[in-house]
């Protein structure tokens, strides 16, 4: 599995990061997303399905 | 496929957690249905949760007040027809598209990150103490909204933001009245005047007296003109205290009506993020809406929303919907996965202060119970005034006691 994020749609809502703090984090500057692992093991595939469904800006792509 | 039309929305709520049960009936029936505008316009009524999400994710929907129609004479019947009037004010970034709304909000988005909110925990849970000392000094009785719902999430937003508390009188009623649906355009405009008036000065302060606050953070970026900062200041204090103080309020008249839910929040504490989850989905407090203009043609869900038609996004009604809820989604239950709901909005508009609001919740109604755990309602349910007069619902008051 692999992890993307688009920093030019994120709003910064922090769902990400509240849904698996280890797959995601905000910049300091603008909130913006920032990938922690872009292929998460095994124990985080359910939760970053959930953080991409949950992305109010569709920031979050998972393939 | 035949269209269910409403000539106007349902807003009178039998029961004081549900929504409307006209707007539920219709949801059963199609969730996405036609709905009447003052100005005759056919415009769109959203109720199912799916379809309120693709709607307020999409970017071909405009929250420009000026591109919309207006809702109901009930309460907009006086509202000038010239959308020039309904212009918003610059800084007033959820009334805006991008590339302004983008521009603005992220003034303050890093403001408002999941880790900058953690780090307040501590402080917001001295905040919280403090009030309920102040309650328990009250001899067993009081009015828990006046005592500690509202002062709780005013106190933080006017720490955060550099403004001094004992100056609430000079924003609350005004923020009652832009939340009241029955103001007159004329009562709105100038109670907006009045906070704006001083927001000024707010901004004067901070230039010449920078402090460690947000609004002394954003000016010293330099990024946004005085106007602006001193409307995304108005925007963050409005935002800030009605909406938390009333799922504080609401939230906790529902649990002591569920004592079965109750008891599982007071067993086990670490249930307290989905209790907050759950609460939110259950009672979503924006009252109805909010409304998008599309435009350009869009299909949504097999109808045609064509450029021009205003549509209301029903939150309450899609927080309902069980194609989304398994189970009975018109029960509380405190242990049903609740994320998901949309009671902070969804798209680029999603509540900025959701991580603060969530942290305020999970603490206010964690200490409030630990506090006082044989608190109870003081009068009959019935009796507890709803705030079916405003666009924030919730209650107005609510009498409780304990053993002092
Ligand atoms: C339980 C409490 C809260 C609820 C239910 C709530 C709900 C909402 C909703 C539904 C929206 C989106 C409106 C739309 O799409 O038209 C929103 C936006 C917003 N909220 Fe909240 N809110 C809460 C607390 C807060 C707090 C504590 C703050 C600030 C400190 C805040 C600041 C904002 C701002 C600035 C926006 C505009 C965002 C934008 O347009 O990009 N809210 N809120
Ligand atoms: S959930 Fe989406 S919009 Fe929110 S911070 Fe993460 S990537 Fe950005």
């Known amino acids: ?63 | 496929m035949t269209e269910v039309i409403s000539e106007e929305l349902p807003i009178t709520r039998q029961k004081p957690f549900d929504p409307p049960a006209e707007v539920t009936e219709i949801r059963e029936k199609a969730r996405i249905s036609r709905l009447r505008f003052t100005d005759g316009h056919l415009g769109w009524l959203v109720t199912g949760h799916h379809q309120v999400r693709e709607v307020l994710g999409s970017p071909k929907f405009s929250n420009d007040p000026r591109k919309h129609h207006l809702l109901d004479k009930r309460f907009q019947g006086d509202v000038p027809d010239d959308p020039e009037a309904r212009k918003p004010q610059p800084g007033l970034f959820l009334s805006q598209d991008p590339p302004d709304h983008t521009r603005l909000r992220k003034m303050l988005q890093g403001q408002f990150t999941v880790r900058r909110m953690n780090q307040l925990s501590e402080w917001i849970g001295t905040i919280v103490d403090d009030q309920l000392k102040h309650v328990r000094s009250l001899n067993g009785k009081a009015d828990l909204v006046t005592e500690f719902a509202l002062p709780v999430p005013s106190l933080v937003i006017c720490a955060l933001l550099g403004v001094d508390y004992d100056e609430r009188h000079r924003f609350q009623e005004d923020t009652a009245t832009l939340l009241r649906l029955g103001s007159s355009f004329e009562e709105v405009r100038a109670a907006l005047e009045r906070i704006q008036g001083f927001m000024r000065e707010l901004i004067t302060r901070k230039k010449a007296n920078p402090g460690d606050d947000m609004i002394s953070d954003l000016l010293a970026t330099g990024e946004p003109t005085d106007e602006e900062a001193s409307n995304m200041a108005m925007l963050l204090l409005l935002a800030g205290h009605e909406t938390t103080a009333n799922m504080l309020g609401l939230g906790t008249f529902t649990l002591l009506r569920h004592p079965d839910q109750l008891k599982i929040l007071k067993d086990e504490p670490e249930s307290i993020d989905n209790a907050v989850e759950e609460l939110m989905r259950y009672l979503s407090i924006v009252h109805f809406g909010p409304v998008r203009t599309a435009v350009e043609d869009v299909e949504i869900d097999g109808h045609l929303i064509k450029a021009g038609d205003t549509v209301l996004l029903h939150l309450p009604a899609a927080n309902r919907d069980p194609d989304k809820f398994a189970g009975d989604p018109d029960e509380l239950d405190l242990r049903r996965p609740a994320s998901g709901h949309v009671a902070f909005g969804h798209g680029i508009h999603q509540c900025l202060g959701q991580q603060l609001a969530r942290i305020e919740m999970r603490i206010g109604f964690s200490k409030l119970f630990q506090e006082f755990p044989d608190l109870r309602l003081d009068v009959a349910p019935e009796e507890v005034p709803l705030r079916a007069d405003m666009g924030i619902y919730g209650v107005h008051s609510l009498p409780v006691a304990w053993s002092a």
């Open chain 1, 1 to 63: 599995m692999r992890i993307s994020v688009d920093q030019s749609k994120c709003c910064g809502s922090g769902m990400c990061v509240l849904t698996d703090p280890d797959l995601f984090d905000q910049s300091e500057e603008d909130g913006t997303v920032v990938l922690l692992q872009e292929h998460p093991d095994a124990a985080h595939e359910a939760t970053a399905k959930e953080a991409a469904s949950l992305c109010p800006a569709s920031a979050i792509t998972i393939s």
